[in-house]
């Protein structure tokens, strides 16, 4: 069963506004139906279908090529250093991103508040969740 996602949660998926969504459902961008309490609601398959097709790269800012597909663009918000190690905090869009490297590496990469980065990730391991119950 496919789960019926209200307007407001697509938003917030979406990261845009309700008010958005609803110009997306009304221009016939988006479908939508009614739910059993006549609330408009989007097909969970739906929105991830237009997610994929609406979403736009981040900007490459090497212009390098690479094997990770998870890029993230974002503001560096805090870097906090010892003698050995550093962490690295960035906000990419709604999303916090932290990475632990040597503090010679956070100082090399200019890394500091205000700084705008990308946040590279592969990994072997990745854990998908799901709210108990939602199968």
Known sequence: MV?????????A????????VRRWIDSGDLASHKDEVGRKVIAGDVLAGFAREHASPPPDLLDVGSSARNRFVGLVTKVTTDRVMAEVQMQCGPFTV???????SASQLGLEPGVVAEA???ATTVIIETPAGSS
Do not use: Q
């Open 98 to 104: 932290v990475s632990l490297m040597s503090s010679e």
């Open 3 to 11: 789960p019926a996602i209200r307007i407001r949660e697509a938003a």
């Open 13 to 20: 998926l979406l990261g845009v506004s309700d008010d958005t």
């Open 120 to 122: 590279v990730v592969k």
